[in-house]
């Protein structure tokens, strides 16, 4: 018989109360965070504020994003199931969760090797496969295999890296936090052409991008 998760009520809860009431709609993102324990990315004494409505340390001064926050970036993407995606700050690798089950492939760049350790073994024991993870400088993209069609820093940037919008696919989006150490805009910008399109989905505070061209 499979095993109840203890904290499935929960993670329902909170797709209700903090996503979907706060105007989140795509259907597949809310049912992938009702479904993805995202209690397993946190460190155990943490779990029973897995699903609170803020960020949680994750060690070495970093954090797993606010719920809504990841649901808010997520949507922004536009994911159909088919894309190719790079994540920028793995993280604890719930992002990177949720992305491999919205979209075809993830290539997701950590700079913190312990941090890359720990969500590949997450990833794994949940049997989330269609990946790659690498340890290096995301600002930098991972020009191999480029271009991307969509492509999410979880990290707060000085300002845009150009590597990124030159990894951008046609119509391909980029989503990321840019402004002062304290504070941010979270933008998108989609490639049409040789033009970028720049939009303000609102502000926003992360930890710092730290790289040849962030911080
Ligand atoms: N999406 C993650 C967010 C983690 S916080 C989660 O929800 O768990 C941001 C992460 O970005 C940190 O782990 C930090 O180490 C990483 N980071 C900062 N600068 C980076 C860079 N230049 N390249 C790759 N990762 C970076």
Request: glycine share 10%.
């Amino acid at each position: 018989m499979a095993q109840t998760d203890p904290f499935a009520l929960a993670r329902r809860r909170m797709v209700e109360d903090q996503i979907a009431r706060r105007g989140v709609r795509d259907r597949r993102l809310l049912a992938a965070m009702a479904d993805i324990p995202r209690h397993l990315f946190v460190d155990e004494a943490l779990w029973s504020q897995a699903y609170d409505d803020h960020p949680l340390s994750i060690g070495q001064g970093q954090t797993i994003s606010q719920p809504y926050m990841v649901a808010l970036m997520t949507e922004a993407l536009g994911l159909t199931g088919r894309e190719k995606v790079l994540e920028i700050g793995t993280g604890s690798g719930y992002q990177t969760a949720i992305l491999a089950r919205l979209a075809d492939w993830v290539y997701s760049v950590e700079r913190l090797p312990e941090l890359s350790r720990r969500a590949q073994a997450v990833l794994e024991e949940l049997g989330i496969f269609n990946l790659n993870l690498k340890v290096g400088d995301g600002t930098k993209g991972w020009p191999e295999h480029a271009p991307y069609d969509a492509i999410i820093v979880t990290a707060g940037a000085p300002q845009v890296p150009q590597p990124l919008t030159e990894q951008l696919a046609e119509g391909g989006r980029l989503v990321i936090p840019v402004g002062d150490r304290h504070v941010q805009t979270l933008l998108r910008i989609t490639r049409r052409g040789d033009r970028l399109v720049r939009e303000d989905l609102g502000g926003c505070r992360f930890v710092d991008l730290v790289g040849d061209h962030g911080w």
